[in-house]
């Protein structure tokens, strides 16, 4: 137990590694590698294609579809001869010419009755409703023996033939009705079995082959640059087939082995990369989280849009992910990111390079063109060139495959318009990966730079002294921060809320002393320092209760240091020489970042500029050195990532926004 509390942070990210492999192997596709894409009339992109085993060609729907029509159309009707119909109609019929009195009934007429009768019944009578079936064969069926018969040859049993048969039997018959009465008493004697029609169907369908021919294994399918005609096609359609099926079924655990090991290799490149470059990220459990999920997200994106169309993948707005960590981190990480997302995609869409060439070109765009996003128009301009980007590379393509522009798809150059588009989004997403995982971006920032806020205007009317400190600092630093690359808008803004600790005693710090009297001289050293040393925690307390985001409190907590509070510790040194400086020291921690390094530089020079009394330029130059020169010699900035050359550029700026606070100016002679 006690070994996991002391290794839980790296315990949570072998978790962590360990989710996003099975994730994303599980988002992969079951094709055993098959990515080719492919349609009919079109050039193949690809080397030539060799078969890699024997398969059988898959008929097409078609083929197959009109093999069951001509099937359908063959397959016999089986009738039986049904002798109770026949005798049910001699009966009726007979029974109803006796009722009608002589001469009708006389034998000599029913003699010519049941001649005309078993002249339909010896061929076969059958219902009028198998008249539109007349072209198919007919099978009568009796005992174990089929007889096969033709349509034309039976009786119909709505047309029978009443007059010529006898000039006796047509006497009877020639009223109308009578005829309508006898042909009600007349059934048919061929019934259609249903159960044997249907299985003789069935059983020549079963019959049907789903394949026609095998490929041989080395065979060549096609070549690159060759048109996919329709034998093309289904030969391909087919391999497509036995890799979804066969192969994945006979070799999914080597596959997802496969998966796996590529998988865990990209995804170890990544922490490899935030340990060695991002340290601060990678010891952030929770952005470990934000941008493996940024991953996921890319991954299942993907995945989503190819099981409803492959070509849906150009919808897909991917390069949102790159700005949203660019929003959150910085271009490096981003684009890095990206670009290992980028490689997890290749595992799953077509196998052809220009859908991720033309994503890798888009990402680069977005994430090296424009700066400060937050920025509506800046937004607009990242769209309006990632979408050109997307056209010029597909266009390129298009050209080298086809050499020929007037077969550019309108669809897919569609498809990259609603992508283009899609990146508009990156703000509300931006609002929504800031409440899940607690992280701030630019747009945070600015919202905390209103010094109109309900906490700046607390600090400007407790604090006045220090709000104007406040504002003065950020100034410099932001001026500094832009120098050296720094993110100038979290300096400013961390510049604003680094004193407001200030609030809760702002008469013993020497800014908010409007008259001479200074309560620190009722107080011994140790008070004193107590106080001042106070403002850092309770202005850490001050931001977590009014939920300023962790980037600025660390402003706060790293502003000093572990720098002492020299002037009372040097007049406690004067009545004890063993006294112990660390009682005078901040808590620190240390700056330790660019950033927070900016502030503490600009911070104490502006701080300290009050005390002088008659400034010039190279006294202000010399103040500026003196006082960066004792940080460094206290190693407040050994743990920031900062260079010399970039401090001694910062020096520059500061002393020059400190000469034109005090309006310097040449003195020239009378």
């Known amino acids: 137990m006690q070994f996991f509390y002391k290794h839980q942070s790296f315990i949570y990210k072998i978790i962590l590694f360990l989710i996003t492999t099975v994730c994303l192997v599980y988002l992969f596709p079951r094709s055993g590698g098959f990515k080719y894409s492919f349609q009919t009339g079109k050039p193949w992109p690809y080397e030539t294609l060799l078969a890699p085993f024997d398969f059988p060609i898959a008929k097409s ?52 009755w049941d001649r005309y009768l078993t002249s339909l019944y010896t061929p076969g009578l059958v219902d009028a409703s198998f008249a539109v079936q007349s072209a198919k064969p007919i099978l009568l069926v009796k005992d174990n023996s089929a007889q096969k018969l033709i349509f034309s040859d039976l009786k119909i049993n709505d047309s029978l033939p009443f007059s010529n048969q006898s000039p006796l039997l047509d006497s009877v018959i020639a009223n109308a ?51 996919v005609d329709q034998r093309r096609y289904q030969i391909l ?77 150009y919808v897909v707005p991917l390069c949102i992910v790159p700005l949203l960590l660019k929003t959150f981190f910085d271009t490096r990480l981003a684009f890095f990111v990206f670009l290992m997302g980028l490689l997890l995609i290749g595992f799953m869409v077509p196998s052809d390079f220009s859908f991720l060439l033309m994503q890798l070109v888009a990402g680069a765009i ?34 080298i495959y086809e050499a020929n522009l007037s077969t550019v798809s309108l669809d897919h150059l569609g498809f990259l318009l609603i992508n283009g588009l899609g ?77 407001i600790g200030k609030m809760n005693n702002p008469l013993y710090f020497s800014e908010n002393q409007s008259t001479n009297y200074n309560p620190h001289h009722e107080l011994d050293p140790f008070e004193s320092s107590r106080l001042i040393l106070n403002h850092v925690t309770e202005g850490i307390e001050i931001a977590k209760k009014n939920n300023l985001p962790d ?12 720098s002492p509070t020299r002037y009372f510790y040097h007049k406690a040194k004067k009545e004890d020489e063993n006294i112990d400086k660390a009682l005078f020291c901040y808590p620190g921690p240390k700056p330790y970042s660019k950033e927070t390094a900016i502030l503490m530089m600009a911070d104490s020079v502006e701080a300290a500029s009050k005390s002088l009394q008659e400034p010039t330029a190279e006294g202000i130059a010399n103040f500026v050195e003196k006082i960066i020169e004792e940080q460094a010699e206290e190693n407040q900035f050994a743990e920031a990532d900062i260079s010399l050359r970039e401090i001694e550029r910062i020096k520059k700026v500061l002393v020059e926004k400190l000469i034109n606070a005090y309006h310097l100016r040449e003195v020239y002679p009378e």
């Not at 016999?76 to 009708?104: C, M, N, Y």
């Not at 996003?373 to 298009?398: D, E, P």
């Not at 607690?438 to 906490?455: A, H």
């Open 61 to 112: 729907e078609e083929e197959l579809t009109s093999e069951r029509l001509a099937i359908e159309q063959e397959s016999p009707l089986i009738f039986t001869r049904d002798t109770l119909a026949e005798q049910r109609s001699f009966e009726r019929t007979r029974k109803w010419i006796r009722q009608q009195g002589t001469p009708i009934s006389s034998s000599v007429l029913l003699r010519a």
């Open 177 to 227: 009705s009578n005829r309508l009465i006898l042909n009600e008493y007349i059934e048919s004697n061929l019934v259609l079995d249903s159960i044997l029609t249907r299985q003789k169907l069935e059983e020549s369908l079963s019959l049907i082959l789903p394949t026609r021919g095998v490929v041989a294994e080395g065979e060549r399918i096609i070549a690159q640059g060759e048109v």
């Open 237 to 313: 359609s087919s391999l497509k087939v036995e890799y979804l099926n066969d192969l994945w079924a006979s070799s999914e655990q080597s596959i997802v082995i496969g998966y796996s090991i590529l998988v865990s290799l990209t995804i170890f490149l990544i922490f490899l990369f935030l340990w060695r470059y991002r340290p601060l990220v990678y010891e952030n459990n929770t952005k470990l989280v934000f941008v493996f999920s940024t991953i996921l997200i890319m991954v299942a994106s993907i995945k989503l849009a190819m099981a409803n169309n492959i070509n849906f993948v």
């Open 366 to 399: 977005a994430t090296l063109s424009v700066t400060d996003l937050y920025k509506r128009a800046n937004l607009f301009v990242v769209v309006v060139l990632i979408v050109a980007s997307y056209v010029i590379t597909y266009v390129s393509f298009h050209l």
């Open 423 to 499: 990146i508009l989004f990156v703000h509300p997403l931006v609002y929504v990966f800031e409440k899940i995982f607690g992280l701030v971006s630019d747009l945070s920032l600015l919202e905390l730079s209103d010094t109109n806020s309900k906490l700046l205007r607390t600090l400007s009317e407790q604090a006045p002294g220090t709000f104007h400190h406040s504002l003065q600092v950020a100034n410099i630093a932001e001026a500094a921060a832009n120098e050296v690359d720094a993110n100038a808008l979290l300096v400013r803004v961390g510049a604003l809320y680094h004193d």
């Open 551 to 562: 980037r600025v409190v660390d402003f706060i907590r790293t502003h000093h240091g572990t």
